[in-house]
């Protein structure tokens, strides 16, 4: 049998230790008891809970209809029945008929009342955190790391005694924290309902760089200065476009600070994220020509009816305008919102694009010796291979290395290529060990099959020229990937050059 008195000093515990209202608790109880009474008797029946916290008791009763004469008595009582509970009542009218407990009803009403409880505590818990954290959705928090979810991709978070997940994707790439270490994440948003967590936090947001800048920077707090727009590649660089509202104050020094302890700052809380200070513009063919900056701009055609830019720029500052694995095209084009194409001089040529010269560089200008020796003499030479191209004389000449054994007879000489090229990766530089030693048994066949051939007069068998060619696409590989390489790593060091 249930027993009242046990019960609601249940309810009261319950309602203590989870931090939720009693009334949370009480509904619940009541929801379990009616669909323990559908499940054990009938689900159509009118069933209503009462709970008496002074008298601590519980009683669940039946309303039925009273009638004439009886159809369905899961619904119905008879008048004659209906007159022994009060006298008073008449046809038509409804009548609260006491249910009484047996004990497997009571065991099946536990059950349901406790499912409902969880259900009905986790929903006030979801309720009580989204309350807690409404009012700091898009604000920094520091959270303790108290360690990561079963699967692995998840940092778990103390945040004001709530749990929070930190997602890898959410993280700087390279970050790595213990437990127990107290980090900053930026709240993204504040959900009412989520299982997992309700709380999502990042580190990787533009915003949180908005936030952090914000910080350093009582310009901003004061709204003398406002920041327009933000890119990012989360621990690689970003870029952010101010305004200044005071003609007494200049927004970039602002933001970069006195030896730029404010910027240092907050790369420091970035993992050394380079942050690039560029001037916000209303028009946006000067915006763009800010934010490409290093990079001159000699042509920017907006195409009508869509949300693309085709950007023209020098020949010899192609891969500064894409950067490092496209880091630099991507910037411009987060920081812009629209989709920018990004072509060479003689590519817009030969592909058509229409060239405007409403950038900041005249063709006389871009074919001067000073422009054109001012872009490549920071260019390295790439050897060994830079002096070769893809023509029949210069495959010849790598044929002729090949024949006279430069890489083929001696190993150090492939030491000495895997040391001198340290960038290329590791399987690719294997592959092409193991194609040399192919190379070399074949070297060899061949020296005992031309000794054969003398010997009976024949003639020596020549290399076939798709045989080569099929040899020196590793070394083009290798070459492209080297050259793509050093510029990338020039093309970083005329980014900091130019904003340092």
Same mark, same amino acid.
């Given at each position: 049998?249930?027993?009242?008195?046990?019960?609601?000093?249940?309810?009261?515990?319950?309602?203590?230790?989870?931090?939720?209202?009693?009334?949370?608790?009480?509904?619940?109880?009541?929801?379990?008891?009616?669909?323990?009474?559908?499940?054990?008797?009938?689900?159509?029946?009118?069933?209503?809970?009462?709970?008496?916290?002074?008298?601590?008791?519980?009683?669940?009763?039946?309303?039925?209809?009273?009638?004439?004469?009886?159809?369905?008595?899961?619904?119905?009582?008879?008048?004659?029945?209906?007159?022994?509970?009060?006298?008073?009542?008449?046809?038509?009218?409804?009548?609260?008929?006491?249910?009484?407990?047996?004990?497997?009803?009571?065991?099946?009403?536990?059950?349901?009342?406790?499912?409902?409880?969880?259900?009905?505590?986790?929903?006030?818990?979801?309720?009580?955190?989204?309350?807690?954290?409404?009012?700091?959705?898009?604000?920094?928090?520091?959270?303790?790391?108290?360690?990561?979810?079963?699967?692995?991709?998840?940092?778990?978070?103390?945040?004001?005694?709530?749990?929070?997940?930190?997602?890898?994707?959410?993280?700087?790439?390279?970050?790595?924290?213990?437990?127990?270490?107290?980090?900053?994440?930026?709240?993204?948003?504040?959900?009412?309902?989520?299982?997992?967590?309700?709380?999502?936090?990042?580190?990787?947001?533009?915003?949180?760089?908005?936030?952090?800048?914000?910080?350093?920077?009582?310009?901003?707090?004061?709204?003398?200065?406002?920041?327009? +727009?933000?890119?990012?590649?989360?621990?690689?660089?970003?870029? !952010?476009?101010?305004? #200044? %509202? @005071? =003609? /007494?104050?200049?927004?970039?020094?602002?933001?970069?600070?006195?030896?730029?302890?404010?910027?240092?700052?907050?790369?420091?809380?970035?993992?050394?994220?380079?942050?690039?200070?560029?001037?916000?513009?209303?028009?946006?063919?000067?915006?763009?020509?800010?934010?490409?900056?290093?990079?001159?701009?000699?042509?920017?055609?907006?195409?009508?009816?869509?949300?693309?830019?085709?950007?023209?720029?020098?020949?010899?500052?192609?891969?500064?305008?894409?950067?490092?694995?496209?880091?630099? +095209?991507?910037?411009?084009?987060?920081?812009?919102?629209?989709? !920018?194409?990004?072509? #060479? %001089? @003689? =590519? /817009?040529?030969?592909?058509?694009?229409?060239?405007?010269?409403?950038?900041?560089?005249?063709?006389?200008?871009?074919?001067?010796?000073?422009?054109?020796?001012?872009?490549?003499?920071?260019?390295?030479?790439?050897?060994?291979?830079?002096?070769?191209?893809?023509?029949?004389?210069?495959?010849?000449?790598?044929?002729?290395?090949?024949?006279?054994?430069?890489?083929?007879?001696?190993?150090?000489?492939?030491?000495?290529?895997?040391?001198?090229?340290?960038?290329?990766?590791?399987?690719?530089?294997?592959?092409?060990?193991?194609?040399?030693?192919?190379?070399?048994?074949?070297?060899?066949?061949?020296?005992?099959?031309?000794?054969?051939?003398?010997?009976?007069?024949?003639?020596?068998?020549?290399?076939?020229?798709?045989?080569?060619?099929?040899?020196?696409?590793?070394?083009?590989?290798?070459?492209?990937?080297?050259?793509?390489?050093?510029?990338?790593?020039?093309?970083?060091?005329?980014?900091?050059?130019?904003?340092?």
């Amino acid at each position: 049998m249930i027993n009242g008195a046990a019960l609601l000093g249940a309810i009261n515990e319950i309602a203590m230790e989870k931090g939720i209202a009693k009334e949370v608790v009480l509904i619940g109880i009541k929801e379990g008891f009616q669909k323990a009474h559908e499940r054990f008797f009938d689900t159509e029946a009118k069933i209503v809970v009462d709970i008496d916290e002074q008298a601590g008791t519980l009683k669940m009763f039946q309303i039925l209809e009273v009638v004439e004469e009886v159809e369905d008595d899961w619904l119905e009582i008879s008048f004659a029945d209906a007159k022994k509970l009060n006298n008073a009542i008449q046809i038509g009218e409804t009548i609260k008929k006491e249910i009484h407990f047996n004990e497997e009803f009571s065991r099946l009403a536990v059950i349901q009342v406790r499912q409902i409880l969880q259900q009905k505590i986790k929903g006030a818990e979801r309720a009580n955190v989204y309350d807690k954290f409404a009012n700091l959705e898009h604000t920094i928090l520091p959270g303790k790391v108290t360690g990561m979810n079963e699967q692995g991709n998840s940092y778990l978070l103390d945040i004001n005694g709530t749990q929070a997940s930190l997602w890898k994707q959410k993280v700087i790439p390279g970050e790595k924290f213990e437990v127990n270490q107290i980090i900053e994440v930026y709240v993204e948003e504040v959900a009412k309902e989520d299982k997992i967590s309700q709380v999502k936090v990042s580190r990787t947001a533009p915003a949180f760089l908005e936030k952090l800048l914000e910080r350093e920077v009582p310009e901003i707090r004061n709204r003398l200065i406002a920041i327009k +727009a933000i890119s990012r590649e989360p621990g690689v660089r970003a870029k !952010v476009a101010v305004v #200044s %509202y @005071d =003609d /007494a104050i200049d927004a970039k020094g602002s933001l970069i600070g006195e030896n730029s302890t404010r910027i240092d700052a907050v790369r420091k809380a970035l993992k050394d994220e380079r942050i690039d200070v560029i001037k916000w513009d209303e028009d946006l063919t000067k915006f763009i020509m800010e934010a490409m900056a290093p990079v001159r701009v000699i042509s920017i055609n907006f195409i009508e009816g869509t949300e693309e830019i085709d950007v023209v720029v020098p020949n010899e500052q192609l891969s500064l305008a894409i950067g490092k694995k496209g880091v630099a +095209a991507r910037l411009v084009a987060n920081l812009i919102k629209k989709r !920018v194409n990004i072509y #060479s %001089y @003689d =590519d /817009a040529q030969k592909f058509a694009i229409d060239i405007n010269w409403n950038g900041n560089i005249t063709l006389a200008e871009l074919t001067s010796p000073e422009f054109i020796e001012s872009t490549i003499r920071r260019k390295k030479p790439y050897q060994p291979f830079n002096n070769y191209a893809h023509t029949n004389t210069q495959y010849q000449s790598r044929n002729n290395n090949f024949n006279n054994n430069s890489f083929r007879n001696n190993d150090k000489d492939f030491d000495n290529f895997k040391n001198n090229f340290n960038l290329i990766n590791e399987d690719e530089l294997l592959a092409l060990q193991e194609e040399i030693k192919e190379i070399q048994a074949y070297d060899e066949l061949t020296k005992q099959e031309e000794a054969i051939d003398e010997s009976f007069g024949l003639s020596t068998p020549v290399l076939e020229l798709e045989e080569i060619q099929q040899n020196l696409a590793a070394f083009d590989d290798l070459e492209n990937k080297f050259e793509d390489d050093e510029i990338d790593d020039e093309d970083e060091e005329d980014y900091d050059e130019y904003y340092d």
